[in-house]
Nanobody, 116 residues
Framework: QVQLVESGGDLVQAGGSLRLSCAAS????????MGWYRQAPGKQRELVAT???????AIADSMEGRFTIDRDNAKNTMYLQMNNLKPEDTAVYYC??????????WGQGTQVTVSS
C-alpha cells in the first residue's frame, strides 16, 4: 500500500504561483512513476505532469513552460511548481503513484483556484 497526501492548494490571482506538495508513505520503493492530474468542474481528469523512478519528467503541452515537476527523495515528497497561473488552471489537483498498470494510488486532492 502507498499513501499520498497533497497540500499547497490555495486561491491565487491570475499570474501568480503555487507549489503543490505530495507526501508519499508506505511501500514507496514499489512506485515506478508519480504524477499530477487535475480535474476541473464538469471536465474529465487530465494528466498534468509525471516523474519516473529514474527522474525523467514530462509536462502536458498546455502547461509546458509554466509548470515544473520535481521531487525530494529524502523527504519522499513530489512537487508541482505552477507559475503564471491562469483561471483555466482552476481545478482539484491529484497526486498519483503507479506501481504497475493494475496498481495505482491517488491522493485526496487539493483545490487550486485562480481568480481573474
Amino acid at each position: 500500500q502507498v499513501q499520498l497526501v497533497e497540500s499547497g492548494g490555495d486561491l491565487v490571482q491570475a499570474g501568480g504561483s503555487l507549489r503543490l506538495s505530495c507526501a508519499a508513505s508506505g511501500n514507496i520503493f514499489r512506485i515506478n512513476t508519480m504524477g499530477w492530474y487535475r480535474q476541473a468542474p464538469g471536465k474529465q481528469r487530465e494528466l498534468v505532469a509525471t516523474i519516473t523512478r529514474g527522474g525523467s519528467t514530462a509536462i502536458a503541452d498546455s502547461m509546458e513552460g509554466r509548470f515544473t515537476i520535481d521531487r525530494d527523495n529524502a523527504k519522499n515528497t513530489m512537487y508541482l511548481q505552477m507559475n503564471n497561473l491562469k483561471p483555466e488552471d482552476t481545478a482539484v489537483y491529484y497526486c498519483n503513484a503507479r506501481v504497475s498498470l493494475t496498481e495505482t494510488y491517488w491522493g485526496q486532492g487539493t483545490q487550486v483556484t485562480v481568480s481573474s
